[in-house]
């Protein structure tokens, strides 16, 4: 980020943390209905939403901090570029705030996965100045996307001194 935006404000802020899942994080199904069946128990009734496990937090909980960090978001940053780097459960629920959808698309959205692994979410200017969602990108899934040269003497073990030789077809080119 430093390379590419030397004066960029880097900032790390907790309440873009992934849920706390208590005891469903650190223990197994298995373990807990064995150890805590009433707490296997409850999820089940409560459902995944409203479920605080055992020194976890809800949905409910996570939404809490969004709306403060949205909050301070709006406040300090209103009109700039921001880049927001968080986990896809805290993005499903960001979303469900900001485009105002129900928590049964919620939990569709988080059954489906529909955050790939690395992908990137974006937002922009939408109606009276409110975020709008625009679309998901997965820069690894695009096609005839840039991909590394695999060429010999780009060869990181071969040091930066191989790199760009006059024999080098790709390094010649450029």
């Known amino acids: 980020m430093k390379i590419m935006y030397p004066e960029a404000r880097v900032y790390e802020d907790p309440r873009l943390a992934e849920a706390q899942r208590g005891i469903?994080?650190?223990m197994t199904k298995e373990a807990?209905?064995?150890h805590f069946p009433f707490e296997a128990?409850?999820?089940n009734h409560e459902g995944l939403y409203h479920n605080r496990p055992l020194g976890g937090e809800s949905w409910p909980d996570v939404e809490l901090r969004i709306h403060s960090f949205l909050g301070t978001l709006h406040r300090d940053y209103g009109g700039k570029?921001?880049?927001i780097v968080a986990h896809g459960h805290w993005l499903i629920l960001f979303r469900?705030?900001?485009?105002?959808f129900s928590i049964?698309?919620?939990?569709?959205m988080y059954g489906e996965a529909v955050a790939p692994n690395a992908s990137v979410t974006i937002f922009g200017a939408g109606d009276r100045g409110?975020?709008?969602?625009?679309e998901v990108v997965t820069p690894w899934q695009i096609p005839n996307a840039a991909k590394p040269c695999r060429c010999p003497c780009h060869d990181q073990s071969s040091g930066p001194a191989a790199?760009?030789?006059e024999n080098c077809d790709c390094c010649s080119s450029q």
């Open 24 to 26: 469903w994080h650190t």
């Open 32 to 34: 807990i209905a064995k």
């Open 41 to 43: 128990y409850r999820k």
């Open 81 to 83: 570029d921001v880049l």
């Open 96 to 100: 469900r705030l900001v485009e105002r």
């Open 104 to 108: 049964e698309e919620a939990l569709r």
């Open 130 to 134: 409110r975020l709008a969602f625009k």
């Open 163 to 165: 790199a760009n030789s």
